[in-house]
Structures are given as C-alpha cells and as structure tokens.
C-alpha cells in the first residue's frame, strides 16, 4: 500500500503546540510525527494531520 503524506503547513505548525506542557514543537524530518523535547514525546501525523492527544503520543 502506496502511503500519500501531505506536507503540514508552516502556519499549522507555528500555532500548534504540545498538549501537555503547551510548549514548542518540531516536526520530524519525515513528517512522520510532531516532537516535544520537553516532554520528550512523539505525536503521530496520520494522513496529513497531526494526532495532538497525549494519550497517542509515544515516548522518544
């Protein structure tokens, strides 16, 4: 199965930030996640659109 992403905006990604701490996130080089350093947690990006629950984030 052919996986299709879509590249997250850059005005997206200026206002999201972590649901936990409320700070600065980063996107992953391959779009595949969103990163807090602070919490050191990975939100998952399904099909373009980033999964910004706490609960579905994965430890880095």
Same mark, same amino acid.
């Not at 299709?4 to 779009?31: F, W, Y």
């Not at 595949?32 to 609960?55: A, E, K, Q, T």
């Given at each position: =199965?052919? *996986?299709?992403?879509? &590249?997250?905006?850059?005005?997206?990604?200026? +206002?999201?930030?972590? @649901?936990?701490?409320?700070? $600065?996130?980063?996107? *992953? $080089?391959?779009? /595949?996640? +969103?990163?807090?350093?602070?919490? *050191?947690? #990975?939100?998952? #990006?399904? /099909?373009? +659109? @980033? #999964? =910004? !629950?706490? /609960? $579905? &984030? $994965?430890? !880095?």
């Amino acid at each position: =199965m052919e *996986r299709h992403t879509m &590249a997250l905006s850059n005005e997206l990604l200026e +206002i999201l930030a972590c @649901p936990r701490c409320k700070g $600065e996130v980063l996107l *992953r $080089e391959d779009e /595949d996640g +969103i990163v807090c350093n602070s919490c *050191r947690l #990975v939100y998952p #990006v399904r /099909d373009g +659109i @980033p #999964v =910004m !629950l706490v /609960d $579905e &984030a $994965e430890k !880095l």
